[in-house]
C-alpha cells in the first residue's frame, strides 16, 4: 500500500466549467475526509464519508460543492461552474475508526486554478 | 468551537531541540490535542496526538500542561528535514471527524 493518492496533482480550469477529483484512500481505512486548503491557510474541513455514507457535508462551501464515495473506497469531490475563489488545495484523508486516535492520512493534494 | 494559538514561525539551529508552543485555553474537557506538519508541496503528515497525559513516539514528544490550556511539542533534535509548518489541533470527541486547523507554526531549521 502506498498511502492515500489523489488525482489530478494539479488541475487548471477556465471560470464557470466543471471539475472533479479523485482521491483513492489507503485500502483497509473506511473513513475518508476532504480538506480544502488555501495560501498559508491550515487546511479547511469539507466533509467525511464513513464507508459509502456521507455522514457530515454542512461544511462544504456551497451547493456548487458534492462529494460521492459510492462503494466505499475510492471518493469523488466535484465543483461544478467553478468560480476564480475556488483556487486552493483540495486534500483528502482517510483513517480507520477504531480508537480514538482517529490518525488521519493525507494525500499529496490536488491543486486547482480557476482563470 | 475551541481554538489554538501558535506562533506564526520559529528558528531553530540543526541538531538541536526545538519546543514549539501552542495555547488552547478554551479547550473543553473530551478535546484531543493533535499536532500535525506540512512539509512543502506535500500533504499534512500526523505526528503526534495527546488527550492529559504526556506522550512520546519516534517522531516527537507531546507535553501538555496540567490546565491542559497550553502543549508544546518537542522535536529532539532537529534535522533540516524537519522544517515545515506544524500545526496544533483540537479534535472533539463528539465530533470525532472534525479537526480544527489554525495556521500553524513555520519552523526554519538552521544548517
Known amino acids: 500500500d502506498t498511502g492515500v493518492s489523489q488525482n489530478p496533482r494539479h488541475k487548471i480550469t477556465k471560470r464557470g466549467q466543471n471539475v472533479t477529483f479523485r482521491c483513492d484512500p489507503i485500502s483497509e481505512h473506511n473513513r475518508l475526509y476532504w480538506y480544502r486548503q488555501t495560501l498559508g491557510q491550515g487546511p479547511e474541513f469539507l466533509t467525511y464519508?464513513?464507508?459509502?455514507?456521507?455522514?457530515?457535508k454542512s461544511r462544504l462551501l456551497s451547493d456548487r460543492f458534492s462529494a460521492e464515495r459510492p462503494k466505499g473506497s475510492f471518493s469523488t469531490l466535484e465543483i461544478q461552474r467553478t468560480e476564480q475563489g475556488d483556487s486552493a488545495m483540495y486534500l483528502c484523508?482517510?483513517?480507520?475508526?477504531?480508537?480514538?486516535?482517529?490518525?488521519?492520512?493525507f494525500g499529496p493534494g490536488t491543486r486547482l486554478t480557476v482563470t | 468551537d475551541a481554538k489554538t494559538t501558535q506562533p506564526n514561525s520559529m528558528e531553530s539551529n540543526e541538531e538541536e531541540p526545538v519546543h514549539l508552543p501552542c495555547n488552547h485555553s478554551?479547550?473543553?474537557?473530551?478535546?484531543?490535542i493533535h499536532w500535525y506538519r506540512q512539509l512543502p508541496s506535500q500533504g499534512p503528515e500526523y505526528v503526534i496526538h495527546?488527550?492529559?497525559?504526556?506522550v512520546n513516539n519516534r517522531m516527537a514528544s507531546l507535553a501538555i500542561a496540567e490546565d491542559r490550556k497550553s502543549s508544546t511539542l518537542i522535536l529532539h533534535r532537529a534535522t533540516l528535514r524537519d522544517a515545515a509548518v506544524y500545526y496544533c489541533i483540537l479534535r472533539f470527541v463528539d465530533s470525532n471527524y472534525q479537526l480544527i486547523w489554525g495556521a500553524g507554526t513555520k519552523l526554519i531549521i538552521k544548517p
Open positions: 478554551t479547550i473543553s474537557g473530551t478535546d484531543y
Open positions: 484523508a482517510s483513517s480507520f475508526t477504531t480508537g480514538w486516535g482517529y490518525e488521519q492520512y
Open positions: 495527546g488527550l492529559t497525559s504526556n
Open positions: 464519508f464513513q464507508n459509502e455514507a456521507q455522514l457530515e
